[in-house]
T-cell receptor, first 114, second 115 residues
Framework: AQSVTQLGSHVSVSEGALVLLRCNYS??????LFWYVQYPNQGLQLLLK??????LVKGINGFEAEFKKSETSFHLTKPSAHMSDAAEYFC????????????FGTGTLLAVQP | DTGVSQNPRHKITKRGQNVTFRCDPI?????LYWYRQTLGQGPEFLTY????????KSRLLSDRFSAERPKGSFSTLEIQRTEQGDSAMYLC?????????????FGPGTRLLVL
């Protein structure tokens, strides 16, 4: 069975500071990993995804994530937080040959302080 | 692309009533998914369609839930005899192709409150 764990349900950073949102996965087969962002009262928007190509994945809005098989991690980072980054972030996993259903973590709510 | 649309955006109903939600996927997307999201949780898979065929249903989808995609375009999710535990955000997503790495595009969701 696959699962993802997001450590820290709430993360607060200052504007301009590094953003680090943690995601660890569990999968018996090589995974595909995704980060989605959800703004209030909106659906989920894809930030980036790992599909077994480059382990460092760059996404939209300056976000990137690195797939580390040895650590079973796919942490999301951004060098400098902006006020507009305040939202909820979800890590999700699926794998080749699956029905494509995404297994989501419980989410991390990012607050950005001025 | 106009994106995935869902209607209604909000629904308040009394326990025991039936409700129906609609999802219009991105045109030409052959896969359509339904997820449910409760407060403080990530979305949970309910069911998905490839064209008009419903290929998988989660154990979360009790007998009171039914989903259809009659012509392989829009989909409806019906909940019969609603219960307070059905209160949640119901999200629809669509994707093109059958590969697991295909991006799922999500709609804005329908927020259901059962009183």
């Amino acid at each position: 069975a696959q699962s993802v764990t997001q450590l820290g349900s709430h993360v607060s950073v200052s504007e301009g500071a590094l953003v680090l949102l943690r995601c660890n996965y569990s999968s018996s087969v090589p995974p595909y990993l995704f980060w989605y962002v959800q703004y209030p009262n909106q659906g989920l928007q894809l930030l980036l995804k790992y599909t077994s190509a480059a382990t460092l994945v760059k996404g939209i809005n300056g976000f990137e994530a690195e797939f580390k098989k040895s650590e079973t991690s796919f942490h999301l980072t951004k060098p400098s937080a902006h006020m507009s980054d305040a939202a909820e972030y979800f890590c999700a996993v699926t794998h080749p040959g699956a029905t494509n259903k995404l297994i989501f973590g419980t989410g991390t709510l990012l607050a950005v302080q001025p | 692309d106009t994106g995935v649309s869902q209607n209604p955006r909000h629904k308040i109903t009394k326990r025991g009533q039936n409700v129906t939600f609609r999802c219009d996927p991105i045109s030409e997307h052959n896969r359509l998914y339904w997820y449910r999201q409760t407060l403080g949780q990530g979305p949970e898979f309910l069911t998905y369609f490839q064209n008009e065929a419903q290929l998988e249903k989660s154990r979360l989808l009790s007998d009171r839930f039914s989903a259809e995609r009659p012509k392989g375009s829009f989909s409806t999710l019906e909940i019969q005899r609603t219960e307070q535990g059905d209160s949640a955000m119901y999200l629809c997503a669509s994707s093109l192709g059958g590969q697991a790495q295909e991006t799922q595009y999500f709609g804005p969701g329908t927020r259901l409150l059962v009183l």
